[in-house]
Structures are given as C-alpha cells and as structure tokens.
C-alpha cells in the first residue's frame, strides 16, 4: 500500500498543504490555508501599552492561525488524506504549531524543518526538500 506524504510549509500567515504525487517527488498543492485575522484593537492609539497589546494581538493571531492548521490537520487524518507529515516553519511558529498539533497527528510527523520556505514555489520547494537534488 502507498504511503501518502504531505508536506506543510507555513509561516504564521499562511500555510500551504503540498502531497508527494509520484515516486519522483513531485509536489502538488492541496491546500493554501491563510490566516483572515488581523490584529484588532479597542479604539485605542498611542500612550504607553500599545507595544505590548500590538505584540499581544499578533501572538494571538499567531495562536489562533496554528489552531486551524492542527483542525485541519485532525480533520484530514480522520479523512485518511496522509500517513506521513513533514513540516516546514520558521522555528517560532513551528513552536506554535507543534503545540496545536493532535496526539495522532503528532505520531505521523517525519520531519520537522525550522526554515521560513512558505513563499517558495513548488518546484523550488521540491529542490530543497529532496536530498538527491
């Protein structure tokens, strides 16, 4: 039986789900999940705290972003979509993500790679994630 292989490359605004089509490793995107949250605020400019409630509202996108991607994730497991899972993150959201990721899903991580190449092309994808090239 075939080993279905996805490959998720994200970064903490979009992710995009890549599958292992053939036996030469040809990349085809499943899915380009981006995040539709935006850091809001009360109304509020300026004055002392706005650092830190800038920087409290994107962590939280960030948390809310790597939320979905660990549903989906789950959801396409119970679908059966893959078997095997290598992630591609810049190490922060990486972080995040691992965190978000189901105890079943978790299993089925290969590889874990801790580089931003969520705006590679596909083919620059295949390039760097095949060892042979």
Known sequence: MATTTWIIAADSSRARVLQVADREHKLLEVADLQTDSEPRFNGRTGG???DR????AV????????REIGQYLEKARNQHRFDRLHLVAPPK?????????GKEVEK????????DLSWFSTRELERYLDPKA
């Not at 089925?108 to 580089?115: G, M, N, R, T």
């Open 53 to 56: 409630e800038t920087t409290g």
């Open 108 to 115: 089925l991580v290969a590889q874990e790679v801790p580089k």
């Open 93 to 101: 959201f990486l972080g995040a993500l691992r965190k978000e990721l």
């Open 48 to 50: 002392p705290s706005s």
């Open 59 to 66: 962590e939280h996108s960030v948390e809310v972003f790597a």
